[in-house]
């Protein structure tokens, strides 16, 4: 026995008879139900629901009958008609169905693959606090200048105002660089910045210069042979200390907060004259208790050296000190990143432990 789709359809029987019209629909299902995607249903719509499909060829003989088989014929074609639309209306719903579930498997995104994304480096504290020195000076106008690590003998000392056999030379612990008659040291401090933007720029001048600074001291909590300065240099008609005063105020309620101001101890420098150490108000306990661990019970902390230009150094760098004066001043940045940050031991700042770097994040 075949199926009633493979039988073939003889030419004598009538094409609207009910066991055609049969066939056509049972061939119709069979190839719907087995339609495994939506495009092999497509094909069977177009087979067996479009214009030329058998079912629908039929429909239109329908025209040619006589009125009362019209009506018979017509309702058995649409109802044939009506059974392959709903079938085919089910199976592209299960179909589409399947379609979206397969997509929303095939498109899924592993969130919890590894990533391929480097880590993003920080940059190192004391970067970040001679950076914040120096911004504080050019938020008043100031200019930046940087000098060379490896500086001229001249430039570090004489042009200073030290003499060649002042006790400084041996006071500053220098790391000379050989072969002597170089006449080259590691710069034992950012003032040789003073002469160098003097010279190159001339007055008046403002300037901040930061910078690597180097001295043969042992590495302990509180000393590197390797540290940072940022030297501040103001040359103008008329300045006088109080325009120092004010800009360390200045500098100082910048890094660390309204209120904390500096005051100026006397000192010596050869390139300043008067010269000053400058003290911090504990940032800790701003000079209100006696038993501080910060301060010491003082009520200060040192911070760096200052003073008004020493003539010969104006002299040497080529400007007329009876018509241009000046102040400036010196500050280390591992104290300044210690005071603002707590830190304690130098040794932290420099032993490149990302897990201490990593701490200060990033700032912009
Ligand atoms: N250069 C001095 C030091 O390293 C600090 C200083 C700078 C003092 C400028 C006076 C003026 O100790």
Redesign the pocket.
Known sequence: MSGPDNTPETTDQNPLSPEVIERHVAAALTSIESAGDLEQLKAARLEHAAERSPLALANRSIGELPGKEKAVAGKLVGQARGQVNKALGARQAVLEAERDERILIEETLDLTTARTRRAVGRRHPLTLTAERMTDALIAIGWEVAEGPGVEAEWLNFDA?NFDKDHPARQM?DTFFVEPAKAGLVLR????PG?ARSLLERGAPLYVAVPGK?YRTDELDATHTPVFH?V???AIDKGLTMAHLKGTLDRLAESLFGAGVTSRLRP?F?P??EP??EVDLVCFVCRGDDTSCRTCGGTGWIEW????M?NRNVLKAAGVDPDEYQG??????VERTAMFRHGIADMREMIEGDVRFNEQFGMEI
């Open positions: 200073l500053q034992t401090h950012t003032s003073q600074t300065q030297e501040g240099l000192a420098f390139f300043t010269s000053a760096g050296g200052c003073g230009v102040f400036a001043f010196g500050m280390g």
